[in-house]
């Protein structure tokens, strides 16, 4: 008989057997009519070999099919062995069927273990929403209340340059000098001036006595008379002029000298010795000692914030330990044409010798941006195209959730919407995350001990 026609009451028991073991074995079930098709042709070749089959195609195995097949070949030579003759076409049934029920099980137990989802360790806290002041910065430089831009009341060239830019200075102090040729030129001839016209009118005296003595005679009119004492008012009036004028070189000789007006420290200068000034022209910029304030530019969305600021403090980049309390004494009524920014000064209060001039200073505006929402760390707000997303724990996985941004401080934020009381939010490792990861969450914290970089 064929070898193929042997294989017919073969076929049914074989079958029953793949089947049997996918119930045995739910790890095989994914794999279905596939997987008990390709067993069912391993378990016929393995007939097809044993009862000297010819026409048998050759099968290419994968791997697990591979153990497959040998697993029913081990079994079925120990089966053929056992036999001390031929085994009746139901014996072989039974062995084949015994074969492929025992490599299916011997597959079924080497099948991988599932992998269990790693646990990321976060840290978290419960929110709660609250009616907190966001607070506002603003960076400036430290100023002197009153700065004076000082220049010369007249022009010459400067010869002596008297103090140096930082240096402090009192009150009348020289700072620069002019050249004072001209200025003693010209009051010598004032000078000169005011001598001629003394001279006018002691001889316009003298001839008004004269013309007195003269009428008393009846030997001059009383219009002569007239005339004199009119002569001798404009001598008079031209000595006074000419001695005003000589005041007005005197000051100017005076002018040559620049001096300062006040205790200060000079900030500026703006001229060199060899260069020829005009009259009014800023030489030298004083900074008088006392008052500090901190000038400040606050952007046109930003003015009422500050104008309605209730507190303000001021504290240095340099010591950042310490803060004064200050108040709003200037703000521009229009903007920078440049920055489109408003100047506002800012005065300290008790100043001390440590807010030196040009200092870096923030102003902080306390109550500033007070609104109803939640507070979060820094750390706990990520962006994804632009949107600021938060993660929300929900059982033992993570969820993004878009936020909405009320104001931000320099080291958390306020959260206007997007989050409900109650809910559990990472506040920590938020960068390590994605969408429904398993995280594994340490105890909530408050504000203060969730620091960024707190969870890895």
Same mark, same amino acid.
């Given at each position: 008989?064929?070898?193929?026609?042997?294989?017919?009451?073969?076929?049914?028991?074989?079958?029953?057997?793949?089947?049997?073991?996918?119930?045995?074995?739910?790890?095989?079930?994914?794999?279905?009519?596939?997987?008990?098709?390709?067993?069912?042709?391993?378990?016929?070749?393995?007939?097809?070999?044993?009862?000297?089959?010819?026409?048998?195609?050759?099968?290419?195995?994968?791997?697990?099919?591979?153990?497959?097949?040998?697993?029913?070949?081990?079994?079925?030579?120990?089966?053929?062995?056992?036999?001390?003759?031929?085994?009746?076409?139901?014996?072989?049934?039974?062995?084949?069927?015994?074969?492929?029920?025992?490599?299916?099980?011997?597959?079924?137990?080497?099948?991988?273990?599932?992998?269990?989802?790693?646990?990321?360790?976060?840290?978290?806290?419960?929110?709660?929403?609250?009616?907190?002041?966001?607070?506002?910065?603003?960076?400036?430089?430290?100023?002197?209340?009153?700065?004076?831009?000082?220049?010369?009341?007249?022009?010459?060239?400067?010869?002596?340059?008297?103090?140096?830019?930082?240096?402090?200075?009192?009150?009348?102090?020289?700072?620069?000098?002019?050249?004072?040729?001209?200025?003693?030129?010209?009051?010598?001839?004032?000078?000169?001036?005011?001598?001629?016209?003394?001279?006018?009118?002691?001889?316009?005296?003298?001839?008004?006595?004269?013309?007195?003595?003269?009428?008393?005679?009846?030997?001059?009119?009383?219009?002569?008379?007239?005339?004199?004492?009119?002569?001798?008012?404009?001598?008079?009036?031209?000595?006074?002029?000419?001695?005003?004028?000589?005041?007005?070189?005197?000051?100017?000789?005076?002018?040559?000298?620049?001096?300062?007006?006040?205790?200060?420290?000079?900030?500026?200068?703006?001229?060199? @010795?060899? %260069?020829?000034?005009?009259?009014?022209?800023?030489?030298?910029? =004083? *900074? $008088?000692? &006392?008052?500090?304030? !901190? #000038? /400040?530019?606050?952007?046109?969305?930003?003015?009422?914030?500050?104008?309605?600021?209730?507190?303000?403090?001021?504290?240095?980049?340099?010591?950042?330990?310490?803060?004064?309390?200050?108040?709003?004494?200037?703000?521009?009524?229009?903007?920078?044409?440049?920055?489109?920014?408003?100047?506002?000064?800012?005065?300290?209060?008790?100043?001390?010798?440590?807010?030196?001039?040009?200092?870096?200073?923030?102003?902080?505006?306390?109550?500033?941006?007070?609104?109803?929402?939640?507070?979060?760390?820094?750390?706990?707000?990520?962006?994804?195209?632009?949107?600021?997303?938060?993660? @929300?724990? %929900?059982?033992?996985?993570?969820?993004?959730?878009?936020?909405? =941004? *009320? $104001?931000? &401080?320099?080291?958390? !934020? #306020? /959260?206007?919407?997007?989050?409900?009381?109650?809910?559990?939010?990472?506040?920590?490792?938020?960068?390590?995350?994605?969408?429904?990861?398993?995280?594994?969450?340490?105890?909530?914290?408050?504000?203060?001990?969730?620091?960024?970089?707190?969870?890895?």
């Amino acid at each position: 008989m064929h070898p193929d026609e042997r294989l017919a009451p073969l076929r049914g028991a074989l079958h029953h057997a793949v089947l049997s073991a996918l119930a045995r074995c739910p790890a095989l079930a994914p794999r279905g009519g596939a997987a008990a098709l390709q067993l069912l042709l391993l378990g016929l070749k393995q007939v097809r070999l044993h009862l000297g089959g010819s026409s048998a195609r050759p099968v290419h195995p994968t791997p697990t099919e591979h153990s497959l097949e040998t697993e029913m070949k081990r079994t079925t030579r120990r089966s053929l062995r056992a036999e001390p003759s031929p085994p009746a076409p139901a014996a072989r049934a039974t062995l084949v069927a015994l074969a492929a029920t025992s490599a299916m099980l011997a597959a079924c137990s080497r099948e991988a273990p599932v992998a269990t989802p790693e646990l990321r360790p976060v840290r978290s806290t419960v929110v709660q929403a609250t009616d907190a002041a966001a607070g506002a910065t603003y960076a400036g430089q430290v100023l002197a209340r009153h700065e004076s831009k000082l220049g010369f009341q007249t022009s010459g060239k400067v010869i002596a340059r008297l103090v140096e830019v930082g240096q402090h200075v009192r009150r009348g102090q020289p700072l620069l000098r002019l050249d004072p040729a001209q200025e003693s030129l010209h009051l010598a001839s004032a000078n000169a001036n005011v001598e001629g016209a003394q001279s006018r009118v002691d001889e316009a005296r003298l001839e008004l006595r004269r013309t007195e003595q003269l009428l008393a005679r009846q030997f001059a009119s009383q219009a002569e008379l007239d005339r004199q004492r009119t002569q001798l008012a404009e001598a008079e009036s031209s000595l006074e002029q000419a001695r005003a004028q000589r005041e007005i070189r005197l000051n100017e000789r005076g002018y040559t000298e620049l001096r300062a007006d006040r205790d200060g420290v000079v900030t500026a200068l703006q001229v060199e @010795v060899g %260069q020829v000034v005009s009259p009014g022209q800023a030489v030298l910029v =004083l *900074a $008088a000692d &006392g008052e500090r304030e !901190v #000038l /400040v530019s606050v952007p046109e969305s930003r003015v009422h914030e500050l104008a309605e600021a209730k507190a303000l403090e001021v504290s240095l980049w340099a010591r950042p330990g310490k803060r004064y309390a200050a108040a709003l004494r200037e703000l521009a009524p229009s903007a920078d044409s440049v920055t489109r920014t408003y100047a506002a000064r800012i005065r300290v209060k008790d100043a001390d010798a440590s807010l030196m001039l040009g200092m870096t200073a923030s102003v902080h505006a306390l109550d500033a941006g007070r609104a109803q929402g939640i507070r979060l760390p820094l750390s706990a707000v990520h962006h994804r195209d632009g949107q600021p997303l938060v993660w @929300v724990v %929900q059982g033992d996985k993570v969820s993004a959730r878009p936020v909405t =941004l *009320a $104001a931000a &401080g320099r080291d958390t !934020v #306020l /959260v206007g919407g997007g989050l409900a009381d109650g809910e559990q939010v990472v506040t920590a490792g938020a960068h390590l995350l994605h969408e429904g990861q398993a995280v594994a969450t340490l105890p909530a914290t408050s504000l203060a001990q969730a620091a960024p970089g707190a969870a890895r």
